[in-house]
Every structure is written in structure tokens, then in C-alpha cells.
């Protein structure tokens, strides 16, 4: 039995509210989002938010982080991929490429460390697609896209992207986040 009026005792785990409780219980696929900026530079970013929005066409939605350099790149080139992660090896490509590439994001860096720009594609095998963007040998699959809209959705952007290209790389499923054991809800 629990007595759920009872105040949480000092130091017990902090208490998660109801909809962010419920909200945790969706379930993701792990992606990687391929893009490059206008002067040609290539980054890639870790995120779950991705699904398929229409048949004819064919859309998908991508919600971004307002201040991700990916974002930024994708508005300047109206392109981008998006890369499956294979349940097998996704978590070595997701491990490396789960940091902000522009470490002014990462809280209590110093003012020179805050200008550093991690280039996370360093240890990857990709190739780059005739859009511009990377794609990742090691994925389970990958499409491409042109940037259709942009809607503002609180803290993150949603991308709509006409999917150009894709394919399926390897036999196999997608990483998903219950796996990966990280989390991007709530
Ligand atoms: C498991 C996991 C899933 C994530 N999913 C998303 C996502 O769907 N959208 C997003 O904007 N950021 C997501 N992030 C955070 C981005 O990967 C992170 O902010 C990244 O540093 C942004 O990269 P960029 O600034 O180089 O573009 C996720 C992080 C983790 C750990």
C-alpha cells in the first residue's frame, strides 16, 4: 500500500510529476540528423524526435532544439538527413555524436572552452550524400530531406522535410531509446 499524500522523505529520489511520468513512456527510435551549413561545414546530432507526417507526399517531422547548430545549418541550406541507428552498434555512433558540437552549450564551460566546436563526425565512417549532407556507413538505413516549413514549438523547432532519397544499408532493426538507456522526454 502507499500513501501517496505523505510529504517525500529529505534525500529520497525526486518526485516525477504525472505528465512527465507518462510522457517518459514513450517510446523513440534513435536517429542521427545529418547537416551542413552554407559554407559547407558537416555536422551530425543525436535525436529521437523524428516521425513520418504524410504518405503523398512523403513528410517527416524533426523537432530541434531552438539553439542547435544543427537547426541553424538546416536553415541555411534547406537540407538534411536522417541516419537509422542499427539495434546492434548503434550506441558507439550515438555515444559519439550525443554531445553539442558547440561546447557554449554545455553548462559551467569556461569562456575559452565555450568557443570550441566539437567536429563529432571525426570518428565516423559517413560518406556525403549529392545533397550535401553526411550519411552514415554504419546505420541501419537513412533518407534525405529538403526543408519544407518550420514551425516554432515551445523550446524546439519542428522541421517538416519532403524525404528526397534513402535507402536500407543492413539487415536488422532500429535502436530505440528503452535501449540506448537515455532519455529525451518528459
Ligand atoms: C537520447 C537523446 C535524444 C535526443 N533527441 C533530440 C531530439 O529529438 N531533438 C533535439 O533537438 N535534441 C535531441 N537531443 C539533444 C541533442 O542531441 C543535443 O542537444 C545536441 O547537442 C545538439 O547538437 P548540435 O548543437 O550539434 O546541433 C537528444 C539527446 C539524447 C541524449
Same mark, same amino acid.
Given at each position: 500500500?502507499?500513501? *501517496?499524500?505523505? *510529504?517525500?522523505?529529505?534525500?529520497?529520489?525526486?518526485?516525477?510529476?504525472?505528465?512527465?511520468?507518462?510522457?517518459?513512456?514513450?517510446?523513440?527510435?534513435?536517429? #542521427?540528423?545529418?547537416?551542413?551549413s552554407?559554407d559547407?561545414e558537416l555536422?551530425?546530432?543525436?535525436?529521437?524526435?523524428?516521425?513520418?507526417?504524410?504518405?503523398?507526399?512523403?513528410? %517527416?517531422?524533426?523537432?530541434?532544439?531552438?539553439?542547435? @547548430?544543427?537547426? @541553424?545549418?538546416?536553415?541555411?541550406?534547406?537540407?538534411?538527413?536522417?541516419?537509422?541507428?542499427?539495434?546492434?552498434?548503434?550506441?558507439?555512433?550515438?555515444?559519439? %555524436?550525443?554531445?553539442?558540437?558547440?561546447?557554449?552549450?554545455?553548462?559551467? @564551460?569556461? &569562456?575559452?572552452?565555450?568557443?570550441? %566546436?566539437?567536429?563529432?563526425?571525426?570518428?565516423?565512417?559517413?560518406? #556525403?550524400?549529392?545533397?550535401?549532407?553526411? #550519411?552514415?556507413?554504419?546505420?541501419?538505413? $537513412?533518407?534525405?530531406?529538403?526543408?519544407?516549413?518550420?514551425?516554432?514549438?515551445?523550446?524546439?523547432?519542428?522541421?517538416?522535410?519532403? #524525404?528526397?532519397?534513402?535507402?536500407?544499408? @543492413?539487415?536488422?532493426?532500429?535502436?530505440? &531509446?528503452? &535501449?540506448?538507456? $537515455?532519455?529525451?522526454?518528459?
Amino acid at each position: 500500500m502507499t500513501y *501517496p499524500n505523505l *510529504p517525500p522523505l529529505p534525500g529520497s529520489p525526486r518526485e516525477i510529476p504525472g505528465p512527465e511520468q507518462a510522457m517518459l513512456k514513450l517510446s523513440y527510435g534513435v536517429h #542521427v540528423i545529418g547537416s551542413r551549413s552554407g559554407d559547407g561545414e558537416l555536422n551530425a546530432m543525436l535525436a529521437d524526435w523524428v516521425m513520418q507526417v504524410s504518405f503523398t507526399p512523403r513528410l %517527416v517531422a524533426v523537432a530541434i532544439e531552438n539553439d542547435a @547548430r544543427t537547426l @541553424r545549418f538546416i536553415r541555411q541550406t534547406m537540407v538534411f538527413s536522417v541516419n537509422l541507428l542499427h539495434e546492434k552498434d548503434g550506441m558507439e555512433i550515438a555515444r559519439a %555524436v550525443v554531445m553539442p558540437s558547440e561546447a557554449r552549450k554545455i553548462r559551467g @564551460r569556461s &569562456e575559452d572552452m565555450a568557443s570550441q %566546436v566539437i567536429d563529432k563526425l571525426a570518428g565516423i565512417a559517413y560518406g #556525403v550524400h549529392d545533397n550535401g549532407c553526411p #550519411v552514415l556507413d554504419r546505420s541501419l538505413g $537513412w533518407f534525405t530531406c529538403d526543408a519544407q516549413a518550420f514551425h516554432t514549438a515551445g523550446d524546439h523547432t519542428i522541421v517538416i522535410g519532403a #524525404v528526397t532519397d534513402g535507402d536500407v544499408l @543492413r539487415p536488422g532493426e532500429m535502436l530505440i &531509446e528503452r &535501449e540506448l538507456g $537515455w532519455e529525451y522526454a518528459g
